[in-house]
């Protein structure tokens, strides 16, 4: 097996104020990792140190074996790092096509419509909502919009902040088959999800973040059963079929 991102005692938060203090993980090529926290835990503080959007203090992050902490956002995602933060993050007054056009701009033109092409194809809806504004899409179709635009660069690590929020269950069943087909194509997955349940079941490991440090780490399965997590993530009752 293969580490595609090695998190070495990584501080990092914002200002003078570190939020995510001494943490590691590593991440084998093609997995799937979850990675849990109660809010303000500092998991999207985490991944944005991973992107490299936040003051990072110390430690060192590895991706294929070249440390890139001290990199720019744009050198990791040239790299193959590609990051989709929690929120809207797509332009809401331009059409679907644009966005994508848009996600397009790290490529060389002669590139864009293979890209496009590639993404649409794994995303059909997209193509049919070609002309719409992102902004009046279902927030589900948004959350495609949003990963296919990292798509379109073909990273080789994608970070997804809260990809199924604010979906209906079905859409969230579809994020997450997506996220299984991306993985698949032999992607590695760090993703944060509010439907911790759902995101362990696609998830082959898990890291369990509390207060900024790691609290627990190993497989999916041993996460998704361990009483405490049960407790704190998983609705309570410690005896309920997962
Ligand atoms: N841009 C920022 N500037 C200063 N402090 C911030 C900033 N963003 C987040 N914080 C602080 O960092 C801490 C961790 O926030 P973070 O967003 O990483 O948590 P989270 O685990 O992603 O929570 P949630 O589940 O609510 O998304 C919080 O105390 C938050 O107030
Ligand atoms: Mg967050």
């Given at each position: 097996m293969t580490v595609a991102l090695e998190v070495v005692s990584v501080t990092a938060g914002y200002g003078d104020n570190?939020?995510?203090?001494d943490f590691s993980a590593s991440l084998q090529a093609g997995s799937i990792t979850t990675l849990i926290g109660g809010n303000g835990a500092g998991k999207s503080t985490l991944l944005r140190a991973i992107y490299g959007t936040n003051r990072f203090f110390s430690g060192r992050i590895v991706f294929e074996g070249e440390s890139?902490?001290?990199?720019?956002p744009w050198q990791r995602l040239k790299r193959g790092v590609g990051f989709v933060p929690q929120g809207r993050c797509n332009?809401?007054?331009?059409?679907v096509g644009e966005n994508l056009k848009m996600g397009?701009?790290?490529?060389?033109?002669?590139a864009h419509e293979a890209a496009i092409g590639r993404v649409t194809g794994l995303f059909p809806i997209l193509q049919q909502r070609w002309?719409?504004?992102?902004?009046?899409?279902?927030g589900g179709e948004q959350q495609i919009l949003e990963m296919a635009m990292v798509l379109l660069v073909e990273p080789k690590l994608l970070l997804l902040d809260?990809?199924?929020?604010?979906?209906?269950p079905k859409m969230q069943g579809d994020v997450f088959t997506t996220v299984q087909r991306i993985a698949a194509g032999g992607v590695t997955v760090l993703i944060v999800e509010q439907n911790v349940r759902g995101a362990l079941l696609i998830s082959d490991r898990a890291l369990v973040m509390e207060q900024g440090r790691k609290f627990m780490e190993g497989p999916a399965e041993e996460v998704r059963t361990d009483p405490r997590i049960r407790q704190a993530y998983l609705g309570g009752n410690i005896h309920q079929a997962a």
């Open positions: 570190p939020i995510v203090q890139i902490e001290r990199l720019p332009f809401p007054a331009m059409s397009c701009y790290t490529l060389p033109a002669a002309r719409i504004d992102a902004g009046n899409l279902s809260e990809p199924s929020l604010g979906l209906s």
